[in-house]
């Protein structure tokens, strides 16, 4: 064994942090969707929004191994900030209120992530999920503002760049958030494939190995956890510009589960899992839940145990393994 | 000073009852330092249970409270061993999302067999009326409660500090492979008390009827506060449960008496900054990592 060549190992290294034909074929998705179903752009902008929380979470969770149980917040944030904005100082234009969610959540994001990623393991889980639950309690008692249990009514959006008016049935704003999606995800994508990316993985697999080699780890955790908080921000104003209402639940327990689980279903730290598992989801939610709520919750139940027991890389990872077998089996 | 009473005696019944179902995660989590969200779901499995044996087979309260911590803790064991085992050796992740996945499993069967809404059941005279204690009259049933919590802790204390089993486990939550390596079944004494701390949440779980009450989303409702209560008590440790308990069960019913729109805020606001403080909790060891 001789030691690679060093411009051999760029080279490897810049195959693969260069574009593959397949990336474009989400996107391409996207699109055919819309020809193929247009009734359907609003469960479709659900998609598209789901897909950008489950990737800001990637970001944390798949690249830097963070886990937590409260990314809501920071989703919940977004949406109040740009609800809030609308609602009571009657600010509607919808780029510059997605902007300012998006850096309210993630001025969020720095402060609690900056106190709580000293902490490690079921600390640090059990204070992500405080900490959520704690924001939700503070916006359901500071009523006045929030509109509490029932909810903050009186938002609403201008149209898309001074023209563009939201339609009855949603096509605007589908072509919006996969806009929005499309600008996250060329970010994201650069991010990790960046050295900043590479030592957020060193991070994960070995933080006292990375301290040792001269990486800041919590600055690097904590600007990571910050982009990801700003980006799940993102997510949750456009989803309050699409309702133009929103409750408690979007910085429920339940929404954190939520993106866990699709981004588990699709493969954590590959991108690509947060498409394939937000598609699959929702689209599945949509279609089970409306023959029996009961039967979709045993259902997304059963099969999370079964992918993490048996398919511990997710559709995605489930996909690599049949591919490598065929081509196997081809030779 | 009337009300000062009243909060501190519904408090204290709130309190066991967190205690009765959260001492059970404590000590299974400092055992095989496992993350169980599921645990939740074994206390609603038992209250189902209690509201099946009395309304559908006309058992009394009392045994039917034994025969949900029977049911529970038998039932535990084969789920113990297909889906807790794989995971000893897993990462954090994983041990959230299987249990993630089971308290979904749950709560979708049991809103199958029972429908949405909470239970009812009828408890005996003695445990229905008022108690007169002389200063003043208390709900006999908080007290009932009460007197459970401190019956357990004695039993269990007694249990873990003079019994050989109890010495085991002790050895095993301070250090599992030393544990081993004296030829303790680290394992095999993992099942039992897995076994044990799911019974006693599933008994928890019938005493919250007339308490909290109980609903399909009880597991996930009330799990955190389980959580909170071994985090902020320390893993695996006893005195941390009953006092963090103690500390959480006042707090909050406190918090609701005195300011009915934001008391439920105190709670978590407490418990983060436990946590904060004391990343171990209040009676946790640090943990080398």
Redesign the interface.
Known sequence: MTAPDAAEVIAALRRRDGWHWAEALPWLAAIAFFLVLPDYAVLGTTILITILFALSLDLILGYAGIVTLGHAAYFGAGAYATGMLSAHLGWGEPLSGLAFGGAVAGALGLATGWVLLRYHGLTLLMLTLATAILLQQLANTAEPWTGGFDGLVGISIWPLLGMFENDLWGHTYYWYALAVLAFCFLLVRRLVHSPFGRTLVGIRENPLRMQAIGVPVHRRLVTAYALSAALAGIAGALFAQQAAFITLDVLSFARSGMVLIVLVLGGTGRLYGAFIGAAVYVALEDELARISPEFWEFGIGLVLVLVVLFFRGGLLGAADGLRHRLRRAGR | MTAAISILFDGLAYAMLLFIISVGLSVT?GLMGI?NLAHGAFAMAGGYATVTLMNGLGVPFIPALLGAFLVVALASVPIERL?YA?LYRR????Q???T??????????I??FYGPSPPSIEVPAFLAGQVDLGLRTVPAYRLFTIGLGVALILALWLGLERTLVGARIRAAVDNRDMAQAVGIRVDRLFVTVFALGSGLAAMGGGLAIEIVGISPTFA?QYL?FF??VV?VGG?GSLRGAFVAAILLGVTDTAGKYLWP??G??FI??A??AI??LR??GLFGREQA?
């Open positions: 989590m993350v889906l794989p990462s954090e992740l994983d959230v999302l299987v993630i996945g089971l308290v979904f499993m749950t709560i979708a069967a809103t199958f996930i955190v959580l909170i985090a893993l729109a934001g439920g805020f978590y606001a418990a983060v946590l904060l990343p171990a990592r």
